[in-house]
Structures are given as C-alpha cells and as structure tokens.
T-cell receptor, first 113, second 112 residues
Framework: GAVVSQHPSWVICKSGTSVKIECRSL??????MFWYRQFPKQSLMLMAT?????????EQGVEKDKFLINHASLTLSTLTVTSAHPEDSSFYIC?????????FGPGTRLTVL | SQELEQSPQSLIVQEGKNLTINCTSS?????LYWYKQKYGEGLIFLMM?????EEKSHEKITAKLDEKKQQSSLHITASQPSHAGIYLC????????????FGKGNQVVVIP
C-alpha cells in the first residue's frame, strides 16, 4: 500500500487566521487524493477530491472558498482552512488512492481558539 | 447518498474470545472497505471486498460480503488487546471513483 504523511500532526490557531495542512504521498505518485474531516465520536466525512493539476471537487455543503485545496504535484496536496473559526476545529485526514484502495495519513488535529 | 449502519456501536470482549461486527448498507455496495482506527490517529487499511459472497482473511480477521452486496461482517478470532480500536466500514459511493462514505464505527475493547 501507499505510505501517507501529514504535517502538522496538530495545530492551534486563533480565530480568523488561516492554517495550511500538507498531505504527502511518500512512495506513490498520486493523481487523486481525498480530504476528510472527523468530529469527535463521528465518522469521517468526505470534504473534497483533490486532483493533480486541476481543480478540486468539493462535496455538497463544503465551502470551496473556505477550504482551499492545491494539488500541485503527484506527491503533495495541501488544504488551507481560511479565516478559521472554532467550529472548524476538527480532525482532518487525507488519503491517497492507489490501486482502487485508499490509504490514509495519520491526521491533523486542528483547534481554533 | 450511501448510508452505512455499523453494529454494535461498541462491544467489550474478553481476550481470547471471538467477536463479530457488522456493516449494513441501504444501497448495493460497489466496494466495501474495512479500516481500523485508534482514537486520534489515521486509518489502517484492513480489507476490501467487491464481489457478492466474497470472503477475505488476514491473520485472525475475516471479512465477508453477502451475496446481495448490502451487508458485510468482520470476525475476529481469539481476540487480543492489539485488536482494540474503532473499526470503520467505508463504501464506494458511486461505483468506481473511490469516493468513500463511512459508517460511524464499531468500538472494540478487549479486556486482558
């Protein structure tokens, strides 16, 4: 399977600031990556599909201007939470699609004060 | 959209005992994925099932997909503390593009 890393593993920021989360595919060239969000004791909710070299596809109800996704290379996708608010506090996980299976990163815990 | 129900929500078993958890879909499953998650960590891929009646095993874990492709079970034989965690089933939403919808998970606790 693919090995996926995320950076940072956790971040605390003030309300109104922007936060960038990186997702790297370490051993696989990924044309497609996915971004999920997980609230405490809830399941993963797909936010968007990140496509290398093109615009991301967002799920219904996810604001594309708030959650900016950039997939500039085959090994890196970034998610920027703009003007973060406390309700954006969550666990953000990315995954890489490899051979019809998704392999997940370790996640990033975002806390907005 | 795909709705996945996982049951039981949580269970506690004695080390060495067998356990079974279930994942039921409201729609036909094009692909069913089982993952394990420790709280606050990423997901570890366990198995993927695609064909009706398919069964796969890895070490002490066996997953099955029923013939109608709407229900999957995951069975652990002789559970160990290392099997503790949250088991999530995910399903391919639209038949091929790998956008996964997940259930809420089965929390498994193994008592030594």
């Amino acid at each position: 399977g693919a090995v996926v890393s995320q950076h940072p593993s956790w971040v605390i920021c003030k309300s109104g600031t922007s936060v960038k989360i990186e997702c790297r595919s370490l051993d696989f060239q990924a044309t497609t990556m996915f971004w999920y969000r997980q609230f405490p004791k809830q399941s993963l909710m797909l936010m968007a599909t990140s496509n290398e070299g093109s615009k991301a596809t967002y799920e219904q109800g996810v604001e594309k201007d708030k959650f900016l996704i950039n997939h500039a290379s085959l090994t890196l996708s970034t998610l920027t939470v703009t003007s973060a608010h406390p309700e954006d506090s969550s666990f953000y996980i990315c995954s890489v699609r490899a051979a019809d299976t998704q392999y997940f990163g370790p996640g990033t815990r975002l806390t907005v004060l | 959209s795909q709705e996945l129900e996982q049951s039981p929500q949580s269970l506690i078993v004695q080390e060495g005992k067998n356990l079974t958890i279930n994942c039921t879909s409201s729609k036909t499953l094009y692909g069913l994925y089982w993952y394990k998650q420790k709280y606050g960590e990423g997901l570890i891929f366990l198995m993927m099932l695609q064909k009706g009646g398919e069964e796969k095993s890895h070490e002490k874990i066996t997953a099955k997909l029923d013939e109608k492709k709407q229900q999957s079970s995951l069975h652990i034989t002789a559970s160990q503390p290392s099997h503790a965690g949250i088991y999530l089933c995910g399903a391919d939403n639209t038949g091929g593009n790998n956008r996964l919808a997940f259930g809420k998970g089965n929390q498994v606790v193994v008592i030594p």
